[in-house]
């Protein structure tokens, strides 16, 4: 079917070139040559299916504190960076974990008191969560919901870049 095709598109396109009338009397009789072509198949929106399309993506809560920067550490521990004035504990944080979809989490943090010190660390503080303590089973994966803190930790009072590039 596909050498049909084939033929069927450049016999086309030279038909499109041609002037001449033997041209397009050989194309003609080439066209009347070639077997019937199947219709291809009717098919609507609805018929089509892709995986993940009939749910939504985890959303960010603006409506949480900012953190840092999150990353997870050998698929099995959660490190947050979250803002400090000194005074933030683990056990300031409390974390509501919440299975999304099969295997993928959602997790928020919400700070349990205010952290009145008056302190400057700019750069927060780590904290780290195990997987198994938060209830996430092996292989789970995890989104965090806070938003990310906004300023630009990697750039320079002069606009020039901090960050190291390995080549």
Not at 14 to 20: H, L
């Amino acid at each position: 079917m596909g050498r049909v095709l084939l033929a069927a598109c450049l016999a086309l396109m030279s038909a499109a070139c041609s002037t001449t009338t033997q041209e397009e009397d050989r194309l003609s009789r080439f066209f009347q040559a070639m077997p019937p072509m199947p219709a291809m198949p009717t098919m609507s929106i609805s018929d089509i299916s892709i995986p993940g399309l009939n749910r939504k993506a985890p959303v960010v809560d603006y409506g949480l504190e900012p953190v840092i920067y999150w990353r997870v550490i050998e698929d099995d521990i959660l490190v947050i960076h979250a803002n400090t004035n000194g005074c933030t504990a683990r056990s300031d944080i409390r974390l509501n974990v919440v299975q999304y979809y099969e295997d993928i989490y959602t997790v928020s943090l919400e700070r349990a008191g205010a952290d009145d010190c008056a302190e400057t660390i700019p750069w927060g503080i780590q904290l780290g969560y195990g997987f198994e303590e938060m209830g996430i089973p092996v292989g789970g994966r995890i989104v965090v919901l806070n938003p990310l803190d906004d300023r630009a930790w990697d750039w320079g009072d002069d606009g020039s870049s901090l960050m190291a590039v390995r080549r």
